[in-house]
């Protein structure tokens, strides 16, 4: 049986090691911070985080045990409860969007070892951002790798544009073998505002969506996420 959530926790100190890659990640034109985006319907708000978050694999810092934006239980297309479970939670502060990621998983599946490799054939997070001109993708999978990429609305991604997203893991199993079973995995991800087209202004809104696909044993292949495949719009509060 699958044990409750545990979850990995990364310092808002990361923000000094991805600095350095926000600035040339973001060089299109920001939307005004009040601008509705495209969305799903409803709103995830998103908390600037109150403390320090510590990189020590326990969710028992202030920065996360204050407040956290919760998208809850992934669902399918259906509305239906997805199983294996899955959910996320967001806070921003620093110039980042934190992201943590938890995946129970009897069966990890992850292969890929160098970024911009299709992720999405294996286990993997993917999450959209779109603010009304682009549409930027970041999937991650349970080794941390990432694949980014964005585009205009309409056009064709492209794979040399980089997000600067930095990536802790942790993983309660053995990748890649099927002859046991795994637990669970969990990432957190500290993505630049900046390189979504936010300033880091309360208030600045996006599409968002949050989805993970993932292959059980002995069952077909499922994808679910935060509202099932609609999603809805970030906002900073």
Same mark, same amino acid.
């Given at each position: 049986?699958? @044990?409750?959530?545990? *979850?990995?926790?990364?310092? $808002?100190? &990361? +923000?000094?090691?991805? #600095?350095?890659?926000?600035?040339?990640?973001?060089?299109?034109?920001?939307?005004?911070?009040?601008?509705?985006?495209?969305?799903?319907?409803?709103?995830?708000?998103?908390?600037?985080?109150?403390?320090?978050?510590?990189?020590?694999?326990?969710?028992?810092?202030?920065?996360?045990?204050?407040?956290?934006?919760?998208?809850?239980?992934?669902?399918?297309?259906?509305?239906?409860?997805?199983?294996?479970?899955?959910? @996320?939670?967001?806070? *921003?502060?620093?110039?980042? $969007?934190? &992201? +943590?990621?938890?995946? #129970?998983?009897?069966?990890?599946?992850?292969?890929?070892?160098?970024?911009?490799?299709?992720?999405?054939?294996?286990?993997?997070?993917?999450?959209?951002f779109t603010d009304g001109s682009f549409e930027r993708t970041i999937d991650v999978s349970p080794l941390g790798v990432v694949t980014d990429a964005e585009r205009p609305l309409g056009g064709a991604f492209d794979y040399?544009?980089?997000?600067?997203?930095?990536?802790?893991?942790?993983?309660?199993?053995?990748?890649?073998?099927?002859?046991?079973?795994?637990?669970?995995?969990?990432?957190?991800?500290?993505?630049?505002?900046?390189?979504?087209?936010?300033?880091?202004?309360?208030?600045?809104?996006?599409?968002?969506?949050?989805?993970?696909?993932?292959?059980?044993?002995?069952?077909?292949?499922?994808?679910?996420?935060?509202?099932?495949?609609?999603?809805?719009?970030?906002?900073?509060?």
């Amino acid at each position: 049986m699958i @044990a409750a959530p545990r *979850w990995l926790v990364v310092s $808002l100190g &990361v +923000a000094a090691v991805v #600095a350095g890659a926000s600035g040339a990640a973001a060089r299109r034109a920001r939307p005004s911070p009040h601008v509705a985006m495209p969305s799903g319907g409803i709103e995830l708000h998103v908390p600037h985080a109150a403390g320090s978050i510590a990189l020590d694999g326990d969710m028992d810092d202030v920065g996360w045990l204050t407040k956290s934006a919760r998208t809850g239980q992934f669902v399918t297309n259906t509305g239906a409860d997805a199983r294996p479970y899955s959910d @996320a939670r967001l806070v *921003w502060g620093d110039g980042h $969007l934190y &992201v +943590a990621v938890y995946a #129970a998983d009897q069966d990890i599946q992850s292969t890929f070892t160098e970024g911009d490799s299709p992720l999405w054939l294996e286990d993997a997070f993917r999450l959209t951002f779109t603010d009304g001109s682009f549409e930027r993708t970041i999937d991650v999978s349970p080794l941390g790798v990432v694949t980014d990429a964005e585009r205009p609305l309409g056009g064709a991604f492209d794979y040399a544009w980089a997000s600067g997203t930095h990536v802790s893991r942790e993983l309660d199993g053995t990748p890649n073998d099927a002859r046991d079973d795994d637990e669970e995995w969990l990432l957190e991800m500290a993505i630049p505002l900046e390189a979504l087209g936010l300033e880091g202004q309360p208030g600045e809104r996006i599409a968002f969506t949050v989805r993970r696909c993932d292959t059980p044993k002995h069952a077909a292949r499922v994808c679910a996420g935060w509202n099932g495949a609609v999603g809805g719009t970030l906002v900073l509060d």
